[in-house]
């Protein structure tokens, strides 16, 4: 069983910075790649940012520049920087790994997702 256990959300003054962790455990054979979503009230969850095994990452344009993705790939762990924070960013936070998991029979890949994190940007 795989989970995806985040951690570091909270309330945050615009222009502050805050940094979200996400670690992965469980019967993992490798991770392929692991990502941030958020999803704001009324919104549908969207893509923050990614981070592939090679390290390659991709932001969505809304946190270029003020956002920044990192991976420990010993430690399944994948986190989220997040400087120059806007009341917009205001959401609730998800990790998502695509993981490579064997059963003793075969392999499997799949997405996981976390149970999410709530970032508030307020003064």
């Known amino acids: 069983q795989v989970q995806l256990v985040e951690s570091g959300g909270g309330l945050v003054q615009p222009g502050g910075s805050l940094e979200l962790s996400c670690a992965a455990t469980g019967n993992i054979f490798s991770i392929i790649s692991m990502g941030w979503y958020r999803q704001a009230p009324e919104n549908e969850r969207e893509l923050v940012a990614t981070?592939?095994?090679?390290?390659?990452?991709g932001y969505a344009d809304s946190v270029q520049g003020r956002f920044t993705i990192s991976r420990d790939n010993p430690g399944n762990l994948v986190y989220l920087q997040m400087n120059s924070l806007k009341p917009e960013d205001t959401a609730v936070y998800y990790c998502?790994?695509?993981?490579?998991?064997?059963?003793?029979?075969?392999?499997?890949?799949?997405?996981?997702w976390g149970q999410g994190t709530q970032v508030t940007v307020s003064s």
């Open positions: 981070v592939g095994s090679g390290g390659n990452t």
């Open positions: 998502k790994a695509y993981i490579k998991t064997h059963d003793g029979l075969q392999y499997e890949w799949k997405d996981y």
